[in-house]
């Protein structure tokens, strides 16, 4: 969609027209062929598909056995005010509260871990901010663990409320939410821990298997892709759909397919492929067309693993989903509440597999992706270092 206010770029290059054919009847349209382009280089090197394009072509993508200290490294390069030191302090004690929560009990651990998550969603949303610096009187986490149940039969039984804005106070997950592009809605109530658990890549496999939930995510293989002769640049993708159902590919082209920022184009074989919109690149610095242009129009529809050899990246075919920090932290939000209110549940709740994988597996993820939010650029796991 055409942004006449971006002062970037106005200029777009309308698709050609689909080349139909007749079946009974009936014009059929035919998926395009990919537009020709190549990988765009700057200074001799490819630039891959990022979130952070500009700050990854200054300094590539950061490796690090600790996020937490990479963030503050990061911190100490900026101007030194009060709001800055704050998010160091923040920083400082989610990561004090990670390294902690290794040597506490099971039944302690989640309420642990979730106060690392919470003080690190607030180095996050203080950065973004650049705003005075709040006492922090009205901050709240922004749910509530209310509906307190004292047997446990189901993972759907478990669930938490989302309050409606309140003028008077900062509420971390809504402002997590709207922080990262998305909508956090007048508030809901009774909304199921599965809910969140469904939005979370590197688990999404063995959740859909054991839930029965239709599937939201595929891995994609994205590039940026331009063509020098008429100084134009797009995203294109592919997904490789030879290991799922043929349901599960048909719900991924009619998403694309009714997609306004995407549009699909011919794949090899077994292959879903997809282009977003061209835009002019001419004379303008190229990171900023990267960035705006290009990759804020589909980051929501965009989630990420991060692996040592960098983010591993999916693609969304649901319009109804949260941010994957938010769903993150809602999550261990939950869970910090039933061992903090109920903990008498928590042996039954870790009989729950997918449950005992999200506690090993994703509070680093959670870590390492919204480090990545604070320094901007990709920050992802040290290849060489073991958790």
Partial sequence: MANTNCRYCVDRQPRPSSVGRRQGGVTVPEIPDASRGLVPHVNGRAVPFTFWPEEY????????????????????????????????CHIEQSRDF????????????????????????????????????????????????????????????????????????????????????????????????????????????????????????????????????????????????SMYYSAEEAALRSFIAACPELHLVRGAGEEVCFETEQVASRN??????????????????????????????????????????ASNYAVMYTLGMIVRYTPDMLDELLGEWIIHEYLETQPLQYAYLLGSGIVRNELVPNPLATH
Wanted: net charge positive; proline share 6%; hydrophobic share 40%.
């Fill in 57 to 88: 072509l200054k300094r590539r993508p950061f490796s690090a056995s600790n996020p937490w200290q990479c963030m503050i490294a990061s911190l100490l390069a900026e101007e030194q005010t009060k709001a800055n030191l704050r998010c160091r």
């Fill in 98 to 241: 990670w390294v902690a929560s290794h040597n506490a009990s099971v039944g302690t651990r989640p309420l642990m871990l979730y106060y690392s998550y919470v003080n690190l969603a607030k180095a996050f949303l203080l950065h973004r901010s650049r705003e005075a610096v709040p006492s922090g009187a009205e901050d709240h986490h922004g749910l509530y663990y209310v509906n307190r149940i004292t047997s446990y039969s189901s993972l759907d039984e478990i669930t938490f409320d989302i309050p409606p804005p309140n003028a008077g106070r900062c509420l971390f997950y809504r402002e997590l939410v709207e922080r990262c592009g998305f909508s956090a809605g007048p508030g809901r109530q009774g909304v199921p821990i599965t809910e969140m658990l469904h939005q979370i890549p590197g688990l999404h496999d063995a959740f859909i298997a054991r839930t029965g939930y239709d599937r939201a995510f595929f891995p994609v293989e994205l590039q940026f892709r331009t063509d020098p002769t008429n100084e134009r640049t797009w995203v294109w993708g592919r997904v490789d759909v």
């Fill in 284 to 325: 303008v610095p190229f990171r900023l067309v990267l960035r705006r242009d290009l990759v804020d129009p589909i980051r929501k529809y965009l989630w990420s693993v991060q692996t040592n050899q960098g983010f591993r990246y999916f693609i969304s075919i649901r319009d109804d989903l949260t941010a994957q920090v």
